[in-house]
């Protein structure tokens, strides 16, 4: 049984960071991803990781965030930096298998955790 947990998140003020973590089990998948999602607004992919290790960022978060993954512990990690309070939202990982288009896009993906709150203040 496939299993996706995340942690890490909590409450920090603007220009803080925080260090997202994504444990994922019971299988094999080539891309991961951190989507983030607040209050009225649509799912959104914010930084993908792919088989080779190379990452892909959403223009938002470039230089500010940082994904990365140990494959011995089979866990992901989203370091965030420089936080701002439009950061401030529920923080979901994902994984799949094959990526046809945008590894950053929801309908990509299929298999997801149930998310970390992370609230920026300013």
């Known amino acids: 049984q496939v299993q996706v947990v995340e942690s890490g998140g909590g409450s920090v003020q603007a220009g803080g960071s925080l260090r997202l973590s994504c444990a994922v089990s019971g299988g094999t998948f080539s891309t991961y991803c951190w989507f983030r999602q607040a209050p009225g607004n649509q799912r959104e992919g914010v930084a993908a990781i792919h088989s080779d290790g190379s990452a892909s960022y959403a223009d938002s978060v470039k230089g500010r965030f940082t994904f990365s993954k140990d494959n011995a512990e089979g866990t992901l990690y989203l370091q965030m930096n420089s936080l701002k309070p439009e950061d401030t939202a529920m923080y979901y990982c994902?994984?799949?298998?094959?990526?046809?288009?945008?590894?950053?896009?929801?309908?990509?993906?299929?298999?997801w955790g149930q998310g970390t709150q992370v609230t920026v203040s300013s």
């Open positions: 994902a994984a799949e298998k094959t990526i046809y288009t945008n590894p950053l896009s929801v309908s990509e993906y299929h298999v």
